[in-house]
């Protein structure tokens, strides 16, 4: 047997010790000894492999398996082909996510002589993921226990919530030869246990909550409500909560746009605010925060998130103690609340269908009852932020991390295979961007998802930002708007994926049922009236928050 095989086979035997359970891998020539070892592996049902060409894809395809299903590793060859999975790593490292990138290299001879496919993948992806390197095998015996335990430090790694990339030099020859001898045993331990079983460690800070106060805030960013639902019907806090968070809790149903609606009134205005993981997707939310005397950060992590730098506290957990309690506080919110809805009903019902906010609402009023849905960075994951009820049956995920748009389709394709049926709503450049996501072979696993692409031919989000303002129309559509004209249907049938066009909510609505395979279903809008909508919404809350 060959060194290279060797190391592969002992490798992936020692993955799967460690409950990987899914592998995602992109062909090539250096990275060959593990694709045999992985092929072997799902033969004998010790894992699913997921083979795709586009290596970017193919990382944020792990992310979502990752999200969905715990540690998941991803496997490519060496040079231009690693660094196509920097996009995943970071989307990892900022959202917290353990995810295996394993890299085949060049043995270190090779650097600087102009061979092919030869770059320094030592530290490549920076500080977004720890680096793990594996020597180079050699025929000789004192081997095995120190790639298994390698294996376990990875895993370890990974298991704490970061991405770590292991980097594995590989000699040729690249094939099995199937010659049984080696120096010595490369067996692991007795009952398929890892090498080396590591238990958890743990650091926790408990905090009392008597600075808060009774007219505190709850605001929970991309992690769940959890045990801070329970704390705050106890303390009667209202809590505004990301769509990613959960709906336990006193969660408004409007509390996003209640804060990016203008100053609030007397009657609403926190003395603290209680921060749950990272609360970033709404300018109003963090001008909140900024603003607010008290503001307590509940994080696991040492790097607490707080881009305000209004943090006056921070702990991974919160004793409830005695609790001063005002009635008042939360009744107020929810009355605003209450009144914030009905204005939404009145906004959207006197502009014609379809636009973002549209779409978002009845999307998630009408998925079949415990559906996945992931949700694409940009407009999406606002527009149903803003509008959309909370629903506490449904499981709710978005690339909050370093909130790119990479990526996205692979991702939710990745939840789906692992958490069974779900559902997507992008943008058409979120579309566009991730289009190879749905280039998947006939040997492959196909999820049952629904795409649902708000299309309006361009960049919408910027339409709401500052430079979509009227005076810089001169220069939005060519820079910031960036039309497209994209046949979606006919990139759709390129890829042999099925797509429905939706020209009105009664299609879009029965497009819904459960999913069936990869569907795509297409509505077209027009994003030239999207900034003043936005305006007329936010200010009827205004006007009617202070009524």
Not at 141 to 154: E, I, K, P
Not at 336 to 359: I, R, Y
Not at 374 to 385: I, K
């Amino acid at each position: 047997m060959n060194p290279s095989t060797a190391q592969a086979l002992v490798f992936v035997d020692e993955l799967v010790r460690n409950g990987v359970r899914h592998v995602v891998l992109s062909p090539g020539s250096r990275n060959a000894p593990l694709s045999f070892a992985l092929h072997e592996a799902e033969v004998d049902g010790r894992l699913t492999l997921h083979v795709r060409v586009d290596e970017r894809g193919a990382g944020f395809l792990a992310l979502g398996l990752a999200k969905a299903d715990g540690i998941t590793a991803v496997v490519c060859t060496s040079g231009t082909a690693v660094a196509n999975l920097h996009p995943a790593v970071l989307e990892a490292r900022h959202s917290g996510t353990g995810l295996l990138v394993i890299t085949a290299d060049r043995p270190v001879e090779l650097y600087r002589t102009g061979a092919s496919q030869t770059v320094d993948q030592h530290g490549i992806f920076g500080a977004a993921a720890d680096t793990l390197h594996f020597p180079v095998a050699e025929r000789r015996a004192g081997q095995n226990a120190m790639w298994r335990s390698l294996v376990c430090r990875a895993v370890s790694t990974a298991r704490s919530g970061r991405p770590v990339h292991v980097n594995v030099p590989l000699r040729e020859p690249l094939v099995p030869d199937h010659e049984g001898d080696w120096p010595e045993a490369l067996d692991g331990r007795h009952f398929d246990v890892p090498w080396t079983r590591v238990e958890p460690r743990t650091t926790r800070s408990v905090s009392t909550v008597e600075h808060l106060g009774p007219r505190t805030l709850v605001v929970v960013g991309d992690s769940l409500v959890g045990e801070t639902a329970e704390l705050a019907w106890h303390a009667g806090w209202p809590i505004v909560a990301e769509p990613t968070a959960g709906s336990d809790g006193p969660v408004l149903r409007h509390g996003t746009l209640l804060l990016n609606s203008g100053e609030l009134p007397s009657e609403l205005r926190p003395t603290a605010v209680l921060v749950v993981g990272r609360a970033t997707l709404s300018r109003g939310v963090l001008k909140l925060i900024a603003r607010t005397p008290v503001v307590h950060v509940l994080t696991p992590d040492l790097d607490w998130p707080d881009p305000s730098f209004a943090a006056t506290h921070t702990s991974t957990d919160l004793e409830a103690g005695e609790l001063e309690v005002d009635p008042s506080w939360l009744a107020a919110w929810q009355d605003a609340d209450k009144a914030a809805a009905g204005l939404v009903e009145e906004v959207l019902h006197d502009v014609p269908w379809p636009t973002g906010l549209h779409v978002a609402r009845e999307m998630v009023a009408a998925l079949p009852w415990g559906s996945m849905l992931f949700l694409g960075s940009s407009n999406p994951v606002r527009d149903v932020d803003l509008v959309a009820h909370p629903r506490a049956d449904l499981v709710v995920h978005a690339n909050r991390g370093g909130a790119g748009i990479d990526g996205s389709l692979s991702t939710a394709i990745g939840l789906a295979l692992a958490e069974g049926p779900g559902f997507a709503l992008v943008g058409d450049l979120t579309f566009l961007h991730d289009l190879n996501g749905l280039l998947i072979g006939p040997d492959e696993a196909r999820p049952d998802l629904t795409i649902v692409v708000l299309n309006d031919d361009g960049g919408g989000i910027f339409s709401l930002l500052e430079q979509g303002a009227r005076e810089f129309a001169p220069s939005f559509e060519r820079v910031f708007g960036t039309p497209h004209g994209a046949d979606l249907a006919a990139l759709c049938a390129g890829y042999r994926v099925p797509h429905v066009l939706a020209e009105s909510a009664e299609q879009f609505r029965d497009a819904l049922a459960q999913p069936s395979g990869i569907t795509v279903v297409e509505i077209r809008a027009n994003r030239s009236g999207l900034r003043d909508l936005h305006a007329a919404l936010r200010l009827a809350v205004s006007t009617g928050s202070r009524s």
